[in-house]
Each structure stands twice: as C-alpha cells, then as structure tokens.
C-alpha cells in the first residue's frame, strides 16, 4: 500500500512565488491534515479536512489555502512565499478524529 | 504553557537500559493519546496507542494517568535502533478533529 503521498519532496521558491503541495492517501480516510514541522517548535496543524469538499483552519493557517475536491487529495497553496514559510511539511490522514494519524514522507521547503 | 509538553532530552543511554519518558497535557477533556516515533530527517509513525488499562508491545509499554494527567513511555532493554526522537500526542476534545503534539523526546542509544 502506497498510504500517504506528498509531492514534491524537496522545493526552493524565491519569496513571492507560489506553489502547491499534493498529498494523496489511498486508505479511504476521512480526516487529512497539513503541518508544519519546525526545530523546537514542534508539529503544528495548518489546515485539515474532516471529508471531500469541507476544510478548516488550524493553528497556523495564515498565508495558506487548501482544498479537498476530492476524498483521497488534500492540496495546500501558498499564494505568495515568504522565508517564515520555509519548513518541513507533513501531511497526514486517519480514518476517525480519534484515531491513529498516517503521514506522508514530508516536503522540504525553503524559500530564499 | 504548551498543551502537551515533554523534556526534550536528549537521553543517552547504554544499550540494555531501561528507560522512560513522562509527557504532561493540559487539557482534562482529551479523548485518545499516541505515541509516535520520528527518526531524523523522516515522518512521524506509530509506535502505540496508549490505553487508559495502560498496554504493552514487545519492549514497549505506555500508560495513561488521566488525575495527574500524563502518558509514559517505558522502553526496556534498549537497542541501538530505538534511537528516535519520541512525540507524545493528544487528540482534541470531540469536534476539534485535532492532534496535539509535544515537541519530542530524543533518545539516544549508545553501544
């Protein structure tokens, strides 16, 4: 099983520049989710999704959009980069909101 | 105050130890808490689930005290490979559908 998908791997954006980040599961979850994981700072919840079509803002929501046009894909954008926004980004997946969480490999992303 | 906290260590400890890690969560209300591990560079994975009975998996217990509101982690006979760093998670109260992560524990396992 495939589980969870993150594409890309690794990004370098000039500040300013956009991009999308796709996570794809292949488990029939319900629940997705994007964080962003930063040293000494922890996981911290940018956005989730508790089902296709329906998205809410977590912790750090400010400077990102997503979308759930589909069950199995949970997309994030970043409409304009900035340095702050350089991270790891995971995304994850569980089947119920009390539940295990799947994550994804992460993207690596830095922006200069 | 962090909602989940943990000492963030790092621990180093001889091959065969036993050792433990406490994590504390603020919120009296939170239904399910994991154990995930993290090695460098990689994604979080599930180590265990952690039971109010409190539960055991091969080396690996983890147990629950909701009155002092804690998890622990005990991990014995220690291998070079558990080397990790060691989140402790919270979910949410019902219908906040969140993960509330500590920042981590790192273990070091040296031979």
């Known amino acids: 099983n495939a589980g969870v998908t993150q594409t890309p791997k690794f990004r370098v954006l000039k500040t300013g520049q956009s991009m999308t980040l796709l996570c794809a599961q292949d488990?029939?979850?319900?629940?997705m989710y994007w964080y962003r994981q930063d040293p000494g700072m922890g996981l911290r919840l940018i956005h989730y999704?508790?089902?296709?079509?329906?998205?809410a803002k977590g912790e750090v929501p400010d400077g990102y959009n997503v979308s759930r046009l589909k069950k199995q894909n949970f997309l994030l954008g970043l409409e304009s980069a900035a340095p702050s926004q350089t991270s790891v980004y995971f995304c994850?997946?569980?089947?119920?909101?009390?539940?295990?969480?799947?994550f994804g490999q992460g993207t690596r992303l830095t922006v200069v | 105050r962090k909602e989940v906290e943990q000492d963030p260590g790092p621990f180093n400890v001889p091959e065969g130890a036993t050792v433990a890690f406490n994590c504390t969560y603020s919120?009296?209300?939170?239904?399910?808490f994991f154990w995930y591990r993290q090695d460098c560079r990689k994604e979080p994975k599930l180590l265990m689930s952690?039971?109010?009975s409190g539960n055991e998996d091969g080396r690996f217990t983890a147990q629950l005290n909701r009155a002092s509101q804690y998890i622990s982690l005990l991990i014995r006979d220690s291998k070079l490979s558990d080397s990790a760093t060691y989140l402790c998670?919270?979910?949410?109260?019902?219908?906040?559908?969140?993960?509330?992560f500590g920042t981590g524990t790192r273990l070091k396992v040296l031979a």
């Open positions: 999704s508790v089902g296709e079509g329906t998205t």
């Open positions: 998670v919270a979910t949410g109260t019902s219908g906040t559908y969140k993960y509330i």
């Open positions: 919120n009296s209300a939170s239904q399910s």
């Open positions: 994850a997946s569980s089947y119920a909101a009390a539940l295990e969480a799947f």
């Open positions: 488990m029939n979850h319900e629940y």
């Open positions: 952690v039971y109010s």
